[in-house]
């Protein structure tokens, strides 16, 4: 017994005669599939690392310093705005010297360091935790302040403690 497979339907009832005349079909809207896909993913619509930088932007209050803290830590203090998908950092400082058991340390300008870089800090948003305002009143917005006016600025987050000092006999 021999079966005629030329003309039989599926379980929807659909001719599988059509779908196997036309193998060069089913490839081009393979191709297509992928080509859209592919597209998708360069432009960065799988992902939201382009718009977590423009996020921070908006979220700034551009009358203010910004308090920067990335992934390892370290923190700057800097006007912030976005290119693309990259954090760009602007009129940037840091604390030095300043350590959990002593927590006094110097604001410095970024620009001082060993290799005196230039113009601005540009980052990959997804090494920032968090982006907050700095207050107008605060340490941190006092020592810029005085820093601009051609000063120094040593900062001291909690007040030390008071000590006396006895000379030897």
């Not at 009832?13 to 592919?38: H, K, Y």
């Not at 939201?48 to 203010?64: H, I, R």
Request: proline share 4%.
């Amino acid at each position: 017994m021999t079966v005629d497979t030329s003309n039989t339907s599926d379980v929807f009832g659909t001719s599988t005669a059509s779908v196997s005349r036309n193998p060069q079909l089913i490839g081009i809207v393979a191709l297509v599939v992928a080509i859209v896909a592919l597209g998708f993913g360069f432009m960065g619509a799988g992902s939201s690392e382009p718009n977590m930088a423009a996020d921070f932007d908006a979220k700034a209050d551009n009358g203010l310093y910004q308090a920067v803290t990335l992934t390892n830590g370290t923190v700057y203090y800097a006007k912030i705005g976005h290119k693309g998908g990259a954090l760009v950092l602007t009129d940037v400082y840091y604390l030095t010297g300043a350590t959990a058991q002593n927590p006094s340390g110097s604001l410095v300008k970024r620009g001082a360091e060993i290799h005196a870089p230039t113009g601005d800090m540009v980052l990959n948003p997804d090494v920032v935790l968090q982006v907050d305002n700095v207050g107008k009143t605060s340490i941190i917005a006092r020592g810029i302040a005085r820093i601009k006016e051609g000063g120094t600025a040593t900062t001291t987050t909690t007040a030390a403690p008071a000590t006396t000092t006895t000379a030897a006999p």
